[in-house]
């Protein structure tokens, strides 16, 4: 089956610090969403992304279905931003997700 | 509208027995998912349904489990004989259209089975 990796899998920062998150997958993808889950373990969907640019506020991702990665950008990181974002490639119905990288926004 | 919604939230109960779990779907969402999250990994695909059938069930981890949605919403994930490595939170998810994964998922708050 598809492989997904994320990196990096724990990051720390401080309030106000920007951060790059990294999606890579092994195979071509219909599409590719990005996920919060936060301390409830309520999964929140930030972005559906299977190809280009997309922005939302302080967050924006980029996917680069070619190349098989995706690239998810958080600026200006807020205590809120604390959790864990995987990243969920879909292939024919089948979705298949990385570990996550658990970030830790302090103030 | 109202998101996913998944029942119980929490249940504990013991080795051997039977469970079921429930899923009520965001309305007219056709297509929707069952994954298995254990503690510190991604959520684990088990089942994908399109509208009433299976369309994909590969990643159903053995015969003791079973999913069911006979009217196209409402869908049960019913586990046989439940063993210990079956603890974990099982989430549900929907989206408007399936049709092989090119639209957005929308996930439930979780069941948390805890087999003792």
């Known amino acids: 089956g598809i492989q997904v990796e994320q990196s990096p899998p724990d990051l720390i920062l401080q309030e106000g610090a920007n951060s790059t998150l990294r999606c890579n997958f092994s195979?071509?993808?219909?599409?590719l969403q990005w996920f919060h889950q936060n301390p409830w373990g309520q999964l929140i969907n930030l972005f559906y992304?299977?190809?280009g640019t997309k922005q939302n506020g302080r967050l924006s991702a980029t996917t680069v279905a070619t190349e098989r990665y995706s690239l998810l950008y958080i600026s200006s990181s807020q205590t809120t931003d604390s959790g864990v974002y995987f990243c969920?490639?879909?292939?024919?119905?089948?979705?298949?997700f990385g570990d996550g990288t658990t970030l830790t926004v302090k103030p | 509208g109202a998101g996913v919604s998944q029942t119980p939230s929490n249940k504990v109960t013991e080795k051997g027995k039977y469970v079921e779990l429930r899923c009520d779907p965001i309305?007219?969402?056709?297509?929707l998912y069952w994954y298995r999250q254990s503690l510190g990994q991604g959520p684990e695909f088990l089942i994908y349904?399109?509208?009433?059938?299976?369309?994909?069930d590969s990643g159903l981890p053995n015969d003791r489990f079973f999913a069911v949605r006979p009217e196209g919403s409402v869908s049960t994930l019913k586990i046989q004989r439940t063993e210990r490595g079956d603890s974990a939170v099982y989430l549900c998810?929907?989206?408007?259209?399936?049709?092989?994964?090119?639209?957005?998922?929308?996930f439930g708050p979780g069941t948390r089975l805890t087999v003792l």
């Open positions: 998810a929907s989206s408007p259209r399936g049709g092989g994964g090119t639209d957005t998922q929308y």
């Open positions: 195979d071509s993808v219909n599409n």
């Open positions: 992304i299977p190809s």
């Open positions: 969920a490639v879909n292939r024919a119905g089948k979705s298949t």
């Open positions: 309305s007219g969402h056709t297509a």
């Open positions: 349904f399109q509208g009433t059938g299976a369309a994909d």
